[in-house]
C-alpha cells in the first residue's frame, strides 16, 4: 500500500439501510414511548448534564433511531438520571425508561 | 313567484354545498358540472382524515342536499363563455344552451401538483414512485399495495410537500392537506401491511386541525410510523427497482440514505385550469398564487371583484374538507345577501 | 425504469445549437490531461463534417479555476471573457463553443448576469476598452463542443468503422454517462435533457450502439472541486466523491465511462489507481479499472481514428479491454512512440490495478 498523504474521507451520510438497529429495536419494545418522541428538545434544555457536557437526549434518540450508535455508551454514562427530562416532556415520553433501557440494549448486544 | 336564478360553476363539496343552500333558501339554482359524475375530487379518496370515515358518506350527504333543494344539475358542461351583461350572467355551453342569472357561484376547485415537474422524484420514471392520489385509488379500489413486481413493499417512504412551499415549481405556499393525508396514508398502509416500515419525510408537520395531532400521536404510537425532517434531494432507482432516497436528517445533523420499496409523492394542489378558465372569462381577480383573490382576506372571504360574483373552496386557496364546508356556506350567505340587497362592505340593505 | 418518462423530460430541454462557424475555445487543462481529445474535435469538425472552426493564438483562460477557487474576483473573470468576446467578434464569428465545462458554466453565468444586469455589462464593457482597447459582440450562439457531437451524433454514427457493441456477444456495450455539474446543474435549461436526466451524452451512447446505464450515484460529483484538488491534505475528499460513485456503478458492470467534462475524466480515471493503492480495490474485471472516455476520444474511437492518435496511452485504466471487446485494431508496439517513432518510455507498473503496457 502506498502513501499518498491522504486517503478515503469517512462518509458521513447515514446509510440507513446497514446501520445498526438493535438498540432501536429493542427500546421501542420495552419502553413504547420511546416511538411517540417528537424530538421537540425539551428533555436537552432541561438535562442537567447537557448543561455541563456534550449530553444531547433528542439528538441521542434521533441517532439511536437512524442506527448511529457509535458513542452512544459514552454519551448516556455522564446522565445522572435525575429525571427532570421525564416531567419536562410534553409527549409524555417516559424519558428515563428510555435510558435504563438504551442501558440494557448496550449490556445485551455488549456494545 | 319569479324566482331570482343563481348559477354554480363546478361540482365539488363547494359547489355541491353552496348550490344545495342556495335551492333551499328558495332561489332557481343550476349546477354546471363538467363531467358525468358530481363529487369531485372526493370520488377519488376512500377515507378522510382525522376520523377515516368515508368519503363516499360524504359525497351522500351533498347528494341529499343537492337532490331535496332541486337543484337543477347540468352534468357534462363545456362552458365556452362566461359573462356579466348589466346585472345578468349569461353561461353558454357546447352544445349551444345559454343560461342566465343574477348571481354566480365559481366552485371550481384545484388541480393535483402534476409530480413529473419534480423531476429529481422520477415521477413517470422510476417505476415504483407513485402520488398520494394514485395511492388513494389503490384504497379505493381495495386493490393490494405492491411495487410493479408485484412484491408486498417493506418499506414505504412518503415525500411531504411535493410541490408546495417550494419556489423552484413556482408553489411557494402551503396546501394545508397533505401532512396530514400523509398521516392518514401512513396509518392505513400499517394497517394493511403490519410488517411494513414506513418512514414520512417532512420540513414540518402542520397538524394545525383540531384531532390532526391525535392521529399524528396515533401513527407514532400504535402503528410505528417513522418521521424523519429532511426534504428528498432526489431519489434514484436501485438496480432491484426499489427507490434510493436521499435527504438531510436534519434533527440528526447528517445526510441519510435509505432505499424504499415504494415512494408516495404528497402531491400539493394548484390552481384548476377551470377555474383559471371560467375565472379570467369572467373578469374576476387572482392572487398572486394563481387562486382566486377575495376582495378583503379577513372580512370579504368568497368576494369576487365582480358584484354578485361569488367564489368557494379549492378555487380560492387549498382547503381541508370541513372548511371548505363552511365556505360554501359562507358563499352560499354572501349570495343570498346580495340578492337581497345588503351590501356587506358598507353593512346595509338597501329597500 | 420507463424510457418514455425521460424522453418527455428530454423533448421539454432542447437547445438551439448553430449549425457552422464556430469560434473555439479551449480548456486550461485538458491538453494535459487527455492531450488527444482537442485535436480531435478539431478533426471531425473538419475532415469528416466539413465544418468552419476557428481558435485564437492568444485565446487565454476562462479563469474559471480561479474564480470557483476563490483566487479571482467576479469583474477580472468576466473581464476576461470579455476579452475572448472581443476576440471572436475580431476573428468574425458568432458562435462559440468553448471545450470546457466549467468555461461553458462561466460563459453561461456571464451572460446571464449581463442579460439581467445591463448596468453589469456595460461596467465590464468599460474595463475592458481601457485595458485593452476592444470591443465585443455578445455571442448570438453558446454551445459545449458536446453539444455539437451530440447534434451531428447521426453524421458520426454513419461514417463510424465501428459501434458500442460486444463483438463476441453482439450485445450493446453498457455505459455509464458521466455529465460535468457546470454544464445544468445551474442553468438546466441551457443543457440538453436538462440537469436531472441529461441527454446530452445519453443521445450519443444509443446513436453510437451502446446502452446506458442509470445507477444510483450518477448525478454525484466526481469531486474534482477545484480547491479540493488543488490542496494535497483535501484530495481524500475529492477522492471519496469517485469512490461512493464507483460503489454505486460496479454491480450494473459497466463496460466504459464518458464524460464531458475536463475533470471528470481526469479523476474519474486516476482515482482508481488510487483506491486500488490505498484500498486494494478494483472496479473493472479481472482486476482492471473501468476505462474512462472523453466524448472526443470515443468519437474518435468510432470512426477508427489510431488510438494513439487520441492519446488513450495516457490514461491510467486501459483501453485495451475494451477495444478488444468492441474489435477495434490497435498496435501495442507503437502505443508509447511519439509521432516521429521515438519511444517516449513505459510507465511504471500499478501494483494493484491490472494494466496493459
Not at chain 2, 420514471?125 to 408485484?150: C, H, Q
Not at chain 2, 365582480?306 to 374538507?321: D, H, K, L, M, Y
Not at chain 3, 430541454?13 to 480531435?40: H, L, M, W
Not at chain 3, 465501428?162 to 446543474?185: R, S
Request: glycine fraction near 8%.
Amino acid at each position: 500500500m502506498k502513501n499518498f498523504g491522504f486517503s478515503l474521507s469517512k462518509d458521513r451520510q447515514i446509510d440507513f439501510d446497514k446501520s445498526d438497529k438493535r438498540i432501536m429495536d429493542f427500546v421501542k419494545i420495552e419502553e413504547p414511548t420511546f416511538n411517540i418522541c417528537i424530538a421537540c428538545g425539551t428533555c436537552t434544555a432541561t438535562c442537567s448534564a447537557g448543561n455541563f457536557t456534550e449530553m444531547n437526549l433528542r439528538k441521542m434518540i434521533t441517532l439511536i433511531k437512524r442506527g448511529e450508535i457509535t458513542g452512544v455508551r459514552a454519551e448516556l454514562s455522564k446522565c445522572m438520571l435525575c429525571g427532570k427530562c421525564s416531567l419536562a416532556c410534553p409527549r409524555g415520553v417516559n424519558t428515563r425508561n428510555v435510558i435504563f433501557k438504551i442501558n440494557q440494549a448496550l449490556e445485551k448486544y455488549s456494545l | 313567484m319569479n324566482r331570482k336564478r343563481v348559477i354554480v360553476i363546478g361540482g365539488g363539496i363547494a359547489g355541491m354545498e353552496s348550490a344545495a343552500n342556495l335551492a333551499s333558501m328558495g332561489y332557481d339554482v343550476t349546477l354546471f358540472e363538467k363531467s358525468q359524475e358530481l363529487g369531485g375530487h372526493l370520488l377519488g379518496w376512500e377515507k378522510l382524515f382525522p376520523t377515516m370515515r368515508m368519503g363516499k358518506d360524504v359525497v351522500k350527504f351533498l347528494d341529499k342536499g343537492v337532490h331535496l333543494a332541486k337543484v337543477n344539475i347540468v352534468k357534462n358542461s363545456n362552458i365556452t363563455n362566461a359573462s356579466k351583461n348589466g346585472n345578468l350572467f349569461t353561461v353558454s355551453c357546447g352544445d349551444g344552451a345559454k343560461y342566465e342569472s343574477e348571481a354566480l357561484v365559481l366552485a371550481t376547485g384545484y388541480d393535483i401538483f402534476d409530480a413529473k415537474r419534480k423531476e429529481e422524484y422520477g415521477y413517470g420514471i422510476y417505476d415504483n414512485v407513485i402520488t398520494s392520489a394514485e395511492l388513494e385509488e389503490i384504497f379505493l379500489s381495495g386493490k393490494p399495495l405492491l411495487t410493479t413486481k408485484g412484491e408486498i413493499p417493506k418499506r414505504v417512504g412518503i415525500v411531504h410537500c411535493v410541490g408546495s412551499r417550494d419556489e423552484k415549481v413556482g408553489n411557494v405556499y402551503c396546501s394545508k392537506v397533505c401532512c396530514v393525508t400523509a398521516v392518514k396514508q401512513s396509518i392505513e398502509i400499517k394497517e394493511k401491511i403490519p410488517d411494513s416500515n414506513v418512514f414520512c419525510f417532512y420540513m414540518d408537520l402542520r397538524m394545525f386541525g383540531m384531532h390532526f395531532e391525535t392521529l399524528y400521536k396515533q401513527a407514532q404510537e400504535k402503528h410505528a410510523v417513522n418521521f424523519i425532517r429532511g426534504r428528498l434531494s432526489e431519489a434514484c432507482e436501485n438496480m432491484d427497482g426499489s427507490l434510493l432516497v436521499k435527504v438531510e436528517d436534519t434533527l440528526a445533523g447528517k445526510p441519510l440514505r435509505m432505499s424504499v420499496d415504494i415512494l408516495v409523492l404528497m402531491v400539493g394542489m394548484v390552481p384548476s385550469e377551470g377555474t383559471k378558465k371560467i375565472g379570467t372569462m369572467l373578469g374576476m381577480n387572482f392572487g398572486a398564487n394563481g387562486f382566486l383573490k377575495s376582495q378583503d382576506q379577513h372580512t370579504m372571504t368568497s368576494i369576487s371583484n365582480i358584484p354578485g360574483a361569488f367564489f368557494a373552496g379549492c378555487c380560492g386557496s387549498p382547503r381541508t374538507i370541513n372548511n371548505v364546508f363552511a365556505d360554501a356556506r359562507s358563499a352560499a350567505m354572501m349570495t343570498a345577501s346580495y340578492l337581497e340587497a345588503y351590501d356587506i362592505e358598507e353593512r346595509i340593505t338597501y329597500i | 425504469m420507463k424510457a418514455e418518462g425521460k424522453q418527455a423530460i428530454w423533448k421539454e430541454y432542447q437547445k438551439e445549437i448553430a449549425d457552422d462557424k464556430y469560434f473555439y475555445v479551449r480548456s486550461c487543462v485538458r491538453q494535459n490531461f487527455f492531450p488527444g481529445s482537442e485535436t480531435t474535435f478539431l478533426r471531425i469538425l473538419r475532415e469528416e463534417l466539413g465544418k468552419d472552426i476557428y481558435e485564437h493564438a492568444c485565446h487565454t483562460t476562462c479563469t474559471g479555476i480561479g474564480y470557483h477557487g476563490d483566487i479571482v474576483p467576479v469583474d477580472t473573470m468576466m473581464t476576461v471573457v470579455a476579452r475572448q468576446f472581443a476576440m471572436m467578434t475580431e476573428a468574425g464569428y458568432e458562435n462559440l463553443v468553448p471545450s470546457c465545462i466549467t468555461s461553458f458554466g462561466i460563459y453561461t453565468e456571464v451572460m446571464d448576469t449581463w442579460h439581467h444586469f445591463p448596468e453589469t455589462e456595460q461596467k465590464v464593457r468599460d474595463y475592458l476598452w481601457k485595458a485593452t482597447g476592444r470591443e465585443f459582440q455578445i455571442p448570438k450562439n453558446l454551445a459545449h463542443a458536446s453539444d455539437i457531437v451530440f447534434k451531428f451524433r447521426k453524421e458520426i454514427a454513419a461514417k463510424a468503422k465501428y459501434q458500442l457493441i460486444n463483438k463476441e456477444t453482439g450485445k450493446p456495450l453498457k455505459v455509464v454517462e458521466h455529465i460535468g455539474c457546470h454544464y445544468a446543474k445551474m442553468f438546466p435549461d441551457k443543457g440538453i435533457g436538462g440537469a436531472e436526466y441529461p441527454y446530452v451524452l445519453t443521445g450519443m451512447i444509443e446513436e453510437w450502439g451502446g446502452e446506458v446505464i442509470d445507477y444510483p450515484e450518477r448525478r454525484h460529483c466526481c469531486g474534482f472541486g477545484f480547491r479540493q484538488y488543488l490542496v494535497q491534505a483535501n484530495r481524500g475528499y475529492s477522492m471519496s466523491c469517485s469512490h461512493k460513485k464507483f460503489e454505486s456503478m460496479k454491480p450494473y458492470q459497466p463496460d466504459l465511462i464518458l464524460t464531458n467534462c475536463p475533470g471528470c475524466p481526469m479523476f474519474l480515471d486516476k482515482w482508481q489507481y488510487a483506491i486500488a493503492e490505498l484500498e486494494g480495490k478494483t472496479y473493472g474485471a479481472n482486476g482492471q479499472g473501468i476505462p474512462v472516455f472523453t466524448y472526443e476520444e470515443l468519437a474518435g474511437l468510432m470512426l477508427g481514428y489510431n488510438p494513439w492518435d487520441l492519446g488513450l496511452q495516457m490514461h491510467q485504466v486501459s483501453c485495451e479491454p475494451l477495444m478488444d471487446k468492441i474489435g477495434i485494431e490497435y498496435n501495442s508496439e507503437t502505443k508509447y512512440h511519439d509521432k516521429n517513432g521515438n519511444s517516449l518510455g513505459v510507465p511504471e507498473k500499478p501494483t494493484v490495478l491490472k494494466v496493459s503496457l
